[in-house]
């Protein structure tokens, strides 16, 4: 399950669960967390469509050893 939480004070962490706590993850900036929001959904598109036996094609972008995908075409039913 995924969850998006937005809030700018660190103070209201303390009232979600410590087990919850662990998987936060915080960004420097609102656009930082929008990028990876966006990557969360590009992958869970990706796995549904190989899962559905679609061909689709994969653009990646590496650069300073991180990688990210930047764009996702379906090509049809194989």
Do not use: T
């Not at 998006?4 to 660190?10: K, M, N, S």
């Not at 936060?24 to 899962?51: P, Q």
């Amino acid at each position: 399950m995924e969850m998006v939480f937005c809030d700018q004070d660190e103070k209201n962490r303390a009232h979600i669960l410590k087990w919850l706590r662990l998987s936060i993850r915080m960004y420097g900036s609102f656009e930082k967390s929008l990028d990876e929001l966006r990557s969360f959904f590009r992958e869970v598109n990706i796995k549904n469509g190989f899962a559905e036996g679609k061909d689709l094609v994969v653009s990646v972008m590496s650069a300073m050893e991180e990688e990210q995908i930047c764009a996702l075409k379906d090509i049809g039913p194989k």
